[in-house]
């Protein structure tokens, strides 16, 4: 009598398959993930400019409409308004404080870390800050290689 077994198990080519499945799975989420922390510090770069323009809001308020007209202005602006309590005003890339100043040119580029605060501008194309009657907040974008532009 011949009897035949059967053994249980996997073959190579089903182990072989399931690896080539996971290593691809593996490699879509490590390919993804900077893109998703760039998007998330863009964000936060974006919210803390938002910050600031409500900053130079409450300070316009109590200072008579005046808008800050120097860097010590901006200052005073950071200390007084942004940073109230516990609350930090960090590049999230460096974790360091960001760099706040006025701005009387049209500066292609915003150096990481640097809002810069133009008094008299509006937001032009491409985040451009141009010739213009009110204030603009702008900084650089991780994600893109634009400025992010706000009208404060």
């Not at 109230?84 to 360091?96: A, M, R, V, Y």
């Given at each position: 009598?011949?009897?035949?077994?059967?053994?249980?198990?996997?073959?190579?080519?089903?182990?072989?398959?399931?690896?080539?499945?996971?290593?691809?799975?593996?490699?879509m989420?490590?390919?993804?993930?900077?893109?998703?922390?760039?998007?998330?510090?863009?964000?936060?770069?974006?919210?803390?400019?938002?910050?600031?323009?409500?900053?130079?809001?409450?300070?316009?308020?109590?200072?008579?409409?005046?808008?800050?007209a120097?860097?010590a202005?901006?200052?005073?602006?950071?200390?007084?308004?942004?940073?109230?309590?516990?609350?930090?005003f960090?590049?999230?890339s460096?974790?360091?404080?960001?760099?706040?100043?006025?701005?009387?040119?049209?500066?292609?580029?915003?150096?990481?870390?640097?809002?810069?605060?133009?008094?008299?501008?509006?937001?032009?194309?491409?985040?451009?800050?141009?010739?213009g009657?009110?204030?603009?907040?702008?900084?650089?974008?991780?994600?893109?290689?634009?400025?992010?532009?706000?009208?404060?």
């Amino acid at each position: 009598m011949n009897q035949t077994t059967t053994k249980k198990g996997f073959t190579i080519i089903e182990v072989v398959l399931v690896l080539a499945i996971a290593g691809l799975i593996f490699l879509m989420v490590f390919l993804a993930l900077p893109a998703l922390q760039r998007s998330q510090r863009d964000t936060q770069r974006k919210n803390d400019i938002s910050r600031l323009q409500a900053a130079i809001n409450d300070y316009k308020s109590a200072n008579r409409g005046k808008l800050p007209a120097n860097n010590a202005d901006l200052q005073t602006v950071i200390t007084n308004y942004v940073k109230q309590g516990n609350s930090t005003f960090l590049d999230p890339s460096t974790n360091e404080q960001y760099t706040v100043q006025l701005s009387t040119n049209n500066e292609q580029v915003v150096k990481a870390g640097t809002i810069l605060y133009y008094q008299h501008a509006n937001c032009g194309d491409n985040g451009v800050a141009q010739a213009g009657n009110g204030p603009v907040l702008r900084a650089g974008l991780e994600g893109q290689n634009i400025a992010y532009c706000l009208q404060a």
